[in-house]
């Protein structure tokens, strides 16, 4: 007998509004309510709003925090100044990537510093583990997992920032880009966050468990008149492919490695601290590793993951995500491929079910919002 998916703050309000519920990752989930299509269009055109309570949150305080965190993630946490936010990574000994997280340093009311680590829902138990592992005595820090405790909405699109203005005390177009700040909202204590996993500019909203169906009413209320819609994990996937983010467990599991991945730009590999730091120089210097590359295919069949890519005769690589875009109005993919065929331009077939299927290697993202 398995134990039941977990249940966000929010669950109620998905299952009483149509959402189609699936277990990810652990937790019961929308994957849509009507439409996976309608909801990409309306937060590329307006603003989607997406419950994202089942992505971990773990907090960091004590005065060696930066330096504990400096030992787990990628990036040189030291140098982190209040409010801001970094895209690091998780690597092992060997240089494997065992997450994607977001890592970001904030002050509180008492002009105190902690630090806040996002990492993804189906990764927090063993992240959760490995920190546990690896806690030094000599440190003065502690860390504690309030994932259950807080709720997190993304609000996503053209309209985000000013459909969560009026609820929020921070001013948002003020808070950069990768930045972020605790604040009241609607009331309560809370962390505004200008990040996202859409290719949209947003808002990521932390709240108290206990706050989170007022705050989601109150934003749909707000734009019901205005084409923002709820949206589940179906077009958040085609969101982020679109604007080629990567997926863990899919672009990024324990046998890949930053750089074949395109995420180079996420290890300092000046930082002594860093795990796995031996590896990842290899790595950074070794020209043969596969390449992460964008396809788009000749015709509307959709690249799903595990797709042989071929050049020629030879199988060249594996397709790891696909859709069809509905933005681009083109079936799109993301692969791993050798060196040489990884060139934008470069013309190949990709095998969707025992039918070969033209396809070009194109530059990421596949989708840029206009003004990046």
């Excluded at 398995?2 to 703050?9: F, G, K, L, M, Q």
């Excluded at 040189?76 to 990574?89: D, E, H, I, M, S």
């Excluded at 395109?262 to 043969?288: C, I």
Aim: net charge negative; charged share 20%.
């Amino acid at each position: 007998m398995t134990d039941a998916p977990a249940r966000t703050p929010l669950y109620d309000w998905h299952a009483a509004h149509g959402g189609r519920m699936v277990d990810f990752a652990g937790w019961s989930m929308p994957v849509q309510y009507a439409s996976i299509v309608a909801e990409h269009q309306a937060t590329r055109a307006a603003a989607g709003l997406f419950d994202v309570s089942h992505m971990g949150r773990l907090r960091f305080d004590g005065p060696d925090a930066a330096a504990l965190l400096d030992r787990i993630v990628t990036r040189n946490v030291a140098k982190l100044q209040p409010g801001q936010v970094r895209y690091a990574l998780v690597t092992d000994e060997r240089g494997a990537i065992l997450d994607d997280v977001l890592v970001s340093r904030l002050s509180d009311a008492a002009d105190g510093s902690y630090y806040l680590l996002v990492v993804n829902a189906g990764n927090r138990e063993k992240i959760v583990a490995w920190i546990e592992g690896r806690l030094p005595p000599e440190l003065d820090a502690t860390f504690q997992d309030v994932t259950a405790a807080w709720a997190m909405i993304a609000v996503q699109g053209p309209l985000a920032l000013s459909l969560a203005q009026p609820l929020v005390e921070a001013d948002l177009a003020g808070l950069k880009y990768y930045t972020a700040a605790e604040t009241r909202i609607q009331g309560h204590g809370g962390i505004v966050s200008r990040t996202g996993y859409t290719g949209e500019d947003g808002v990521e909203l932390i709240v108290g468990a206990e706050a989170a169906a007022r705050l989601w009413q109150s934003l749909l209320d707000a734009g019901h008149d205005r084409g923002v819609m709820a949206a589940g994990l179906g077009c958040r996937d085609t969101l982020r492919l679109e604007a080629a983010m990567p997926l863990y467990g899919h672009e990024l599991n324990e046998n890949v490695n930053p750089y074949q991945a395109g995420l180079g730009f996420a290890v300092d590999l000046k930082k002594e601290s860093l795990t796995g730091r031996e590896a990842l120089l290899r790595f950074s210097q070794d020209p043969a590793l596969p390449r992460r590359v964008g396809l788009e295919l000749a015709g509307k069949r959709i690249a799903r993951e595990g797709c042989a890519v071929l050049h020629g005769a030879a199988r060249v690589g594996e397709t790891t995500s696909g859709t069809f875009s509905p933005t681009l109005e083109k079936s799109i993919a993301m692969a791993y491929v050798a060196p040489g065929a990884a060139p934008p331009g470069t013309q190949l077939h990709v095998d969707v079910r025992g039918r070969s299927e033209p396809a070009t290697v194109v530059e990421l993202p596949f989708y840029r919002r206009a003004g990046t």
